[in-house]
């Protein structure tokens, strides 16, 4: 299964409903600083792939820990 479809299937509740459910948070807010050239090559990359950059990082930390997990 390709990221984009999997990312697809994983997020189609609004944010809003991931926020706020019967009182309770399903998600965590973390900011991130980037470098600018970073920054901007990330964003280059979300227009090509039809992807928000959120998505994209939370693709490199679900790898990284699968990949923490696997060592």
Do not use: C, H, W
Not at 46 to 62: G, K, V, W
């Amino acid at each position: 299964m390709n990221f984009k479809k999997y990312e697809g299937e994983n997020n189609k509740k609004p944010l809003n409903g991931l926020l706020t459910s019967n009182g309770k948070k399903k998600v965590k807010f973390i900011g991130v600083l980037l470098p600018i050239d970073l920054y901007s090559e990330l964003e280059e990359i979300a227009r090509e792939e039809e992807r928000t950059i959120s998505q994209i990082i939370r693709l490199a930390i679900r790898k990284y820990l699968r990949e923490r997990r696997n060592a």
